[in-house]
């Protein structure tokens, strides 16, 4: 497996923030987020081969409660499914995150879906058609919710971004508005600061749940945090 990083921190996004997590940030990725904060897992991807082995190990060797298996898109990793059982035989618990494109019979116990809106278009010509093509796959997310504890977590640009969810949410009627997690686009402390109070009033109004991103926070855009 191409392994951009492994670090333990705590997690920053959603129901489980603060805990302590050992994080397995795969590289590679099928989208081109223009606002990627891990551009050196699909803009410029880059890594080191690690053995199914190797990684059991090194979450045995963790004190962390928690693997959050990230990217990048783990869920195109071949070997994804053998590690989510070796994590959950060492008594991890297992959180995927993932843009809900591809779909593997992994065990886990959280599965962090976070659909890419239409802001996540990039300029590049290159990649704006494929990522545009590839980046709502509703069959996987209606697979996806029927197997696993799910959340869904919009990154929010702008305050119109909140309507698209919202039409996102008529098209995936299983979907219930207490899962839907709304999370700022934000690389910097103070871009979080900015964009937090109005995307806390606007996911209160419609029944939404609000995560900032606390990693950032506590120690900015950086690294192995």
């Known amino acids: 497996m191409q392994i951009a990083e492994i670090f333990e921190s705590i997690q920053g996004e959603g129901p489980w923030a603060g805990t302590q997590s050992l994080f397995i940030r795969t590289s590679g990725c099928n989208l081109r987020c223009w606002f990627c904060d891990t551009p050196y897992t699909s803009w410029k991807p880059e890594g080191t081969a690690w053995s199914l082995d190797q990684l059991a190990r090194r979450v045995a060797e963790c004190s962390a409660p928690d693997v959050v298996l990230t990217g990048g898109e783990p869920m195109l990793v071949p070997d ?91 098209e995936i009627p299983e979907a219930e508005p207490d899962i839907v997690w709304l999370m700022p686009q934000a690389r910097t402390r103070e871009q979080l600061s900015e964009k937090s109070d109005w995307l806390r009033r606007l996911a209160r109004r419609h029944g939404f749940n609000y995560s900032s991103r606390l990693h950032i926070e506590m120690f900015g855009n950086v690294r192995g945090t």
């Open 80 to 170: 994804l499914v053998a590690l989510t059982k070796k994590c959950h035989e060492l008594g991890r618990r297992v959180t995927i995150e993932t843009a809900g494109t591809v779909d593997q019979p992994v065990e886990c116990d959280l599965m962090a879906i976070s659909p890419k809106l239409s802001n996540s278009v990039p300029d590049d010509p290159q990649w704006r058609d494929r990522h545009e093509q590839a980046r709502f796959r509703p069959e996987v997310i209606r697979t996806l919710l029927s197997r696993y504890r799910c959340i869904l977590k919009f990154v929010i640009d702008r305050p119109e971004d909140v309507e698209e969810v919202i039409r996102w949410m008529s």
